[in-house]
Nanobody, 122 residues
Framework: QVQLVESGGGLVQAGDSLRLSCAASGRTLSSYAMSWFRQAPGKEREFVAGINWRGSIRYYADFVKGRFTISRDNAKNTIFLQMNSLKPEDTAVYYC???????????????WGQGTQVTVSS
């Protein structure tokens, strides 16, 4: 069993940066691929970025390429999402999730955090 807790969300202005963290407990994160998803009001939860267990492969949704960076520190059982050049359309609840292998499909992830709110004002 893996418990995931996100932090780092908040209210920022367009163009600002935020760094989200996801801390795991229960089992070591080094066994899992990890991803960030987000869900805006009235919309489906969507894939944002993912990283394999080793940190050697990263996938990004087109709408965040060049602005967001996913990373992990297996020694600290934590993953991160550095978000730069934030836009109002990035406003959403951001969730981290764990899966046996890297995937962009929501259904492949068995462990989810509770989410952290990111609000970007124009």
């Amino acid at each position: 069993q893996v418990q995931l807790v996100e932090s780092g969300g908040g209210l920022v202005q367009a163009g600002d940066s935020l760094r989200l963290s996801c801390a795991a407990s229960g089992r070591t994160l080094s066994s899992y691929a990890m991803s960030w998803f987000r869900q805006a009001p009235g919309k489906e939860r969507e894939f944002v970025a993912g990283i394999n267990w080793r940190g050697s492969i990263r996938y990004y949704a087109d709408f965040v390429k060049g602005r967001f960076t996913i990373s992990r520190d297996n020694a600290k059982n934590t993953i991160f999402l550095q978000m730069n050049s934030l836009k109002p359309e990035d406003t959403a609840v951001y969730y981290c999730a764990a899966a046996p292998s890297l995937s962009g499909l929501r259904g492949d992830y068995g462990y989810w955090g509770q989410g952290t709110q990111v609000t970007v004002s124009s």
